[in-house]
């Protein structure tokens, strides 16, 4: 699905539910038990193949085509929430429009080879506008 924002197509790839909670593990066995296909993922990001919830879990991620859910557990630089991740083929252009549109994205952070921007909805649920880093802007801030 491609877009126009300000005379550049911009194409949606994706869009990921996030969740983090003391509960993922519990929600990650439910979603699999549901009959999602489900890729365990350890603390580096790099996906590894599930493997039974218990007290170690790191993280889970079941994809759907470009889409998809990632269920993480809580801690101390990842409070407790529900996200909705954007994901586009070029998340500056993306966010130029909405700012042309009256919205209000922060950012950019660069950090886990993707460029994203912050806004909240009106609902109060966190969005982001992620895309791939390009070779280019992969000295950007953030980690």
């Known amino acids: 699905m491609a877009s126009v924002t300000g005379g550049i197509a911009v194409k949606v790839l994706g869009i990921r539910f996030c ?9 990650a066995d439910f979603l699999g038990r549901l009959g999602l296909v ?14 039974s919830v218990d007290s ?3 993280g889970a991620l ?9 269920v993480w557990p809580e801690g101390p630089e ?17 966010a ?5 549109n009256g919205l209000a994205p922060q950012g950019p952070v660069d950090v886990h080879g993707e460029r994203i ?7 109060g649920i966190p969005i982001t506008i992620q895309s791939p880093l390009r ?9």
């Open 62 to 70: 079941f994809s759907a085509g470009s889409s998809g859910i990632e």
């Open 38 to 51: 489900r890729s365990e993922t350890g603390g580096s990001g790099e996906e590894t193949e599930g493997t």
């Open 78 to 94: 990842l409070p407790s929430g529900v996200l909705l991740q954007v994901l586009v083929d070029d998340a500056t252009a993306f």
């Open 56 to 58: 170690e879990f790191e």
């Open 117 to 123: 921007y912050f806004l909240q909805a009106p609902s």
């Open 96 to 100: 130029a429009n909405a700012k042309r």
């Open 135 to 143: 070779k280019s802007s992969r000295s950007g801030t953030g980690s």
């Open 19 to 27: 969740s983090v909670s003391s509960e993922a593990g519990e929600l």
